[in-house]
């Protein structure tokens, strides 16, 4: 599956230097990040729990659209956007819009809902067609690279 991700120039040097790469542990410490965690444990078989997650965007379904950021966004040019495919076992997809109202508290709805691309909450019926799909993995492989860019 096609998705896209920013990391540091560094940490794209490891990638090739390596072969892989994992996130560097994180002081995230929110209810929300340790659930996400979980997630991943149980719907990506192969994760091993002492890794964090590495966040990407998504292309699914009928929400195909190229992530394209712009360079005001990374102004310095230390960050590299990387294109990968990934297998689908090693991704767990989700609505990041819903995932943006869990942090916020403003989402009252099952946290589970966020895996499911195609609802619609009741709260937000209208909510917009062209779902901001995201990923979260354990690890980038160099064999999933596709191409690059620095930012």
Not at 43 to 54: G, L, N, Q, V, W
Not at 81 to 105: A, K, R, T
Not at 130 to 144: D, L, P
């Amino acid at each position: 599956m096609r998705v896209w991700t920013i990391q540091s120039s560094k940490a794209f040097v490891t990638l090739n230097r390596d072969g892989v790469l994992y996130a560097d542990s994180s002081t995230e410490d929110s209810k929300a990040f340790h659930w996400m965690l979980d997630m991943m444990c149980d719907r990506i078989p192969s994760y091993e729990a002492a890794k964090f997650p590495i966040w990407a965007k998504a292309q699914v379904g009928s929400y195909k659209k190229q992530y394209n950021p712009s360079g005001k966004e990374h102004p310095h040019g230390k960050d590299v956007l990387l294109v990968l495919d990934v297998p689908e076992n090693e991704l767990l997809l989700f609505d990041s819009d819903m995932w943006d109202g869990i942090l916020s508290d403003s989402l009252d709805d099952t946290w589970e809902n966020i895996f499911d691309l195609n609802y619609r909450s009741k709260r937000f019926p209208k909510m917009k067609r062209n779902k901001n799909i995201q990923a979260v993995m354990w690890k980038i492989s160099s064999e999933w690279v596709r191409g690059y860019r620095m930012l």
